[in-house]
């Protein structure tokens, strides 16, 4: 009975092991990427709030109308 609560909690123990070296090495990494993509995100978020009130294109320009003839 000793023997297999000893194994049963080596087992455990290995798998928590792993459980965390896994998570150090490729937990990190996503958490840093999925952290620089909601920044650029947020950049371009604010980005384009700032842009809604200018126009997206300029028009163009209008000749002037001649005085005497009312035409171009």
């Not at 609560?5 to 490729?26: E, H, K, P, R």
């Not at 709030?49 to 003839?69: N, Y």
């Amino acid at each position: 009975m000793s023997l297999t609560m000893i194994l049963a909690f080596c087992i455990l123990g290995c798998d928590f092991s792993l459980y965390i070296l896994f998570q150090w090495i490729y937990g990190d990494k996503r958490t840093k990427h999925a952290r620089r993509v909601a920044a650029r995100r947020e950049r371009r978020r604010a980005l384009s709030a700032k842009e809604v009130g200018a126009p997206t294109a300029l028009s163009f320009p209008q000749r002037p109308i001649h005085s005497r003839t009312g035409y171009f």
